[in-house]
């Protein structure tokens, strides 16, 4: 069986995990398939307020998290997040990693998602961001119910701007 190497870089923040040890060929490649942007949730997700008229931008950088989408016209940020990265259900979810291949590795990657994701969430609110996070399967399942939420938050800042504005 083929091996991949990897290496802790020893400039790295101390908080992020890296993994040690040895990687399968094939645990290689799923590993290398998974995109940041772009996935099939955000691209779910995007359509349909597109088809509806409200306009957003993709993978906003000038933000703190980078959201997958933002409606800078309301100070909107909306994050599409994957159930296993970003610890859905993270009580459960624990318990299978523990009994799982490289265990302390995937528990503190995820730990630390967990926790930059309420980071990121802070910073924005602290700018006066709304902050709205939908999990992948709910965008899968129920795409209109995570559409109107945004269209939710879209009337919310229309009337703080007619009152503030």
């Known amino acids: 069986m083929a091996y991949i190497r990897y290496d802790c870089e020893k400039d790295m923040k101390d908080k992020e995990p890296r993994f040690h040890g040895k990687a399968t060929l094939k645990s290689h490649n799923v590993m290398s398939h998974i995109h940041g942007k772009d996935t099939k949730i955000e691209l ?47 009580n459960q979810l624990r ?4 009994k799982g291949k490289n265990p302390d590795y995937w528990i503190s990657k995820i730990q630390r998602n967990i926790e930059r994701d309420r980071e990121k969430d802070k910073e924005l609110r602290a700018l006066g961001w709304n902050v709205l996070h939908f999990w992948g399967s709910d965008i899968m399942k ?18 703080g701007d007619e009152r503030f504005g």
Request: proline share 4%; charged share 35%; with cysteine.
């Open 95 to 98: 318990v299978k990693l523990e």
């Open 142 to 159: 129920n795409t209109q119910e995570c559409v109107k939420g945004i269209e939710e938050a879209i009337f919310a800042a229309r009337l």
């Open 44 to 90: 779910r997700l995007r359509k349909e307020p597109w088809a509806r008229g409200i306009r957003y931008r993709k993978n906003y950088k000038d933000i703190p998290g980078s959201p997958d989408i933002v409606i800078t016209k309301y100070k909107i940020a909306i994050f599409c997040d994957s159930e296993f990265f970003h610890g859905k259900d993270w």
